[in-house]
T-cell receptor, first 113, second 113 residues
């Protein structure tokens, strides 16, 4: 079956530091890949997505590139802010599954001044 | 416009009791999903509705779990004879059409004592 593995947190960074959150996946077909974010006290929100190999999703300064050869979709940001503190979830959906999502366990990011 | 809403936001119940969790999707969204997140784990898919029918119930963990959707709108997830392992955050999501983004509600936090 499908699965998503992401690095465990918490990740603690100083403001303006570089962020990488690793995500790898296992899927039988050609999935679409997503990063969702959950800010404190709020619901899950889509951060970015990529639907085919070599696509790069980007939003709010975050980027992730769909790497089929390494089955990875690592999330990066060049300079984090305190307001980026949240839990980040990597997820996939496979064609023909009506877009149901398979999630990783989430990575908590804490950014300090 | 209004997002996905869920009620109650928190529910504490005793083992063996039945509970009903409600989801109000975004108006006009034909697809609706239920997920749950147990402590320290990723979100698990439970069930998917397209309109009022449920073509994918593969994630329901046991026959104590059931869900229905009426009028292509509200959905209710029912857990009968609750067990402590049912304690989790139950999340609902909806989307408008194929390939479109799933929007998540704030979740219902269920605690079974």
């Amino acid at each position: 079956g499908n699965s998503v593995t992401q690095m465990e947190g918490p990740v603690t960074l100083s403001e303006e530091a570089f962020l990488t959150i690793n995500c790898t996946y296992t899927a039988t077909g050609y999935p679409s890949l997503f990063w969702y974010v959950q800010y404190p006290g709020e619901g899950l929100q889509l951060l970015l997505k990529a639907t085919k190999a070599d696509d790069k999703g980007s939003n709010k300064g975050f980027e992730a590139t769909y790497r089929k050869e390494t089955t990875s979709f690592h999330l990066e940001k060049g300079s984090v802010q305190v307001s980026d503190s949240a839990v980040y979830f990597c997820a996939l959906s496979e064609a023909g599954t009506a877009s149901k999502l398979t999630f990783g366990t989430g990575t908590r990011l804490q950014v300090t001044l | 416009g209004a997002g996905v809403s869920q009620s109650p936001s928190n529910k504490v119940t005793e083992k063996g009791k039945d509970v009903e969790l409600r989801c109000d999707p975004i108006s006009g969204h034909t697809a609706l999903y239920w997920y749950r997140q147990r402590l320290g784990q990723g979100l698990e898919f439970l069930i998917y509705f397209q309109g009022n029918s449920a073509p994918d119930k593969s994630g329901l963990p046991s026959d104590r779990f059931s869900a229905e959707r009426t009028g292509e709108s509200v959905s209710t997830l029912t857990i009968q004879r609750t067990q402590q392992e049912d304690s989790a955050v139950y999340l609902c999501a909806s989307r408008r059409g194929w390939g479109e983004t799933q929007y998540f509600g704030p979740g219902t936090r269920l605690l079974v004592l």
